[in-house]
């Protein structure tokens, strides 16, 4: 069940990435369709290993929440990376949630700064958030199998 959680989480980050990096906004209805099944194989694996806690699965949504209200706060993140990163930390855990958004913002921060010492990103430039999200999960679930 946990690999098939993994990889339901990677197609639906996959697909929000490419929305991200092409339209620059994801649509409502892939926010609403991939949150609700990453919900649903929470509660599913929840039951599943007899350890389904409401707690557990809101606890895990509190980093995404606080994206989400920076987002309304400031104008330097989107409403749908803090949307992605509840449905996400739904299905994981708020620790591994925490982890997730550090290592998307040091591949962001990295990328940003090869990108302005090359001269192809200037400081006023936008990047889509959503595909760093993706290569964080991407990271922490291998580095998580590996027993780090």
């Known amino acids: 069940m946990k690999m098939f959680m993994i990889w339901i989480t990677i197609l639906y980050l996959g697909i929000a990435s490419v929305w991200d990096l092409t339209e620059r906004k994801i649509p409502l209805s892939v926010l609403l369709c991939g949150g609700g099944a990453e919900i649903a194989l929470a509660v599913a694996a929840g039951v599943e290993s007899g350890g389904w806690s409401p707690a557990r699965i809101l606890a895990g949504m509190i980093p995404g929440a606080l994206l989400l209200a920076l987002a309304r706060i400031g104008d330097q993140a989107g409403s ?4 992605i990163l509840c449905a996400v ?8 949630a925490l982890w997730m958004l550090m290592c998307a913002c040091l591949i962001m921060g990295g990328i940003s700064l090869m990108g302005m010492v090359f001269r192809r990103v200037k400081k006023e430039d936008r990047l889509p958030f959503v595909p760093f999200l993706t290569a964080g999960y991407v990271i922490c679930v291998c580095l998580r199998d590996r027993g780090l």
């Not at 749908?80 to 949307?83: E, R």
């Not at 930390?89 to 591994?96: L, Q």
């Open 80 to 83: 749908a990376d803090g949307l």
């Open 89 to 96: 930390g739904a299905v994981e855990s708020y620790v591994f």
